[in-house]
């Protein structure tokens, strides 16, 4: 009886680890007939990076995934190291946005609600 309470707990947590704040749920494909989102590509870059893969190795995947839909849609692209810069640059910003959460000054919550419009 007591290994299930401590197994539903267990669950409860890994259930609430999957939210990233700012992104929503970590994702491990993108799914859909559109372009993805930043927000997309965040949340399938969190799903690599907690696969214990480094973050250039985790952009790199997020970044191939996204190059297939661009593809399909024959979108123009541009290199693919600068993709994987800007990535990181995002998930930087977002990285920031995420040490200063517990902060309600007006600066802090327009940053935020910046990068959420700007994620999509």
């Known amino acids: 009886m007591l290994s299930l309470f401590v197994l539903f707990n267990m669950s409860r ?4 680890d999957d939210d990233i704040f700012l992104v929503g749920p ?5 799914i859909g007939s559109k372009l993805p989102s930043k927000r997309q590509a965040l949340s399938l870059l969190f799903f690599w990076l907690r696969k214990k ?3 250039r190795a985790s952009a790199n995947f997020v970044i191939e995934s ?20 800007k ?3 995002l998930y930087d910003e977002l990285n920031n946005l995420k040490n200063s959460r517990n902060r ?11 990068f959420v ?3 999509g």
Not at 104 to 114: E, Q
């Open 13 to 16: 947590i890994l259930r609430k």
């Open 26 to 30: 970590v994702s491990e494909k993108i």
């Open 53 to 55: 893969e480094t973050a």
């Open 66 to 85: 996204v190059f297939k839909f661009w593809a399909k849609s024959r979108v123009p692209t541009q290199r693919r190291e600068r993709c994987i810069k």
């Open 87 to 89: 990535l990181e640059e």
């Open 104 to 114: 309600s000054s007006a600066r802090d919550v327009s940053k935020r609600d910046t």
């Open 117 to 119: 419009k700007k994620s």
